[in-house]
């Protein structure tokens, strides 16, 4: 497959850069200066992923972020040269799928990025008991990588339809936030990473939204089920 990215960030140097880098794998890459200009492109072409700064002028990377969350599911990997866990679960509640502490190493970046178009767009059919799940109005289909309830697309990023995924193969069973994290993320897991409980309350505010009744589930002190 061949993939076409997009790199929304105001530094033309690390822009640059990244171009380089994903020439070499064989990806097409575009660039913006700011939010703006990314939203711009995004309409006009098909992009597979979007790699998107934080601090820019005219339009900053969390309102872009949120922008294109409410029309689309692209997964969008987020830089930024503040590290904080705050700062990160911010970008996590805006609607990105990764984030990536400047400076970084190109290598690093390349990497998570085929990741996560490996999962997004080649998700492991191996691990899947049907192509489509229904639970009442909710369909999650496998084949394209799309959730809907009674027809309407809930816009989830990879990282939540992969939750989502994972928990309603096995409607009822609890699973803890290590072996979602092991799963989902397929990286090592550590006790202070909040980052499955932040996806976890933003897929359960665009179900309850859709389905107006909890189907997501918190088993205090163990994990999280779909109620079948």
């Known amino acids: 497959m061949d ?38 492109r995004l309409a006009e072409n098909e992009y597979h992923l979007v790699v998107l700064d934080v601090m820019m002028p005219r339009m900053d990377g969390m309102e872009f972020c949120r922008r294109v969350r409410e029309t689309r ?15 990160k679960i911010a970008g996590m509640m805006t609607g990105a799928d990764d984030y990536l502490a400047k400076p970084f190493h190109p290598l690093e970046l390349v990497t998570r990025i085929k990741s996560l178009l490996r999962r997004t767009y080649q998700y492991n059919r191996s ?12 369909t999650i289909d496998s084949r394209t990588h799309t959730a809907t309830v009674n027809g309407n697309d809930l816009h989830l990023t990879s990282k939540e339809f992969g939750i989502l995924h994972l928990l309603a193969s ?44 909890r189907i997501l589930v918190t088993v205090w002190g163990v994990g999280y089920k779909i109620d079948g």
Not at 24 to 33: F, I, L, Q, R
Not at 73 to 87: N, R, T, W
Not at 127 to 138: F, H, M, N
Not at 183 to 189: A, F, I, K, L
């Open 3 to 40: 993939y076409r990215i997009l790199v929304v960030d105001d530094d033309p140097a690390i822009a640059g850069l990244v171009r380089i880098y994903l020439d070499h794998e064989g990806m097409a890459c575009d660039t913006a200066a700011d939010g703006q200009e990314g939203l711009e």
């Open 73 to 87: 599911s692209i997964p969008i990997l987020m830089l930024s040269a503040k590290a904080e866990e705050m700062d």
């Open 127 to 138: 691990s899947e008991k049907r192509d489509e799940i229904r639970i009442g109005p909710l």
């Open 170 to 213: 096995q409607p009822g069973r609890v699973m803890g936030a290590e072996e979602i994290f092991r799963q989902v993320w397929q990286e090592q897991y550590y006790d202070s990473n909040n980052t499955v409980m932040v996806h976890i309350s933003n897929l359960r505010d665009k179900l309850e939204r859709e389905m107006r009744e």
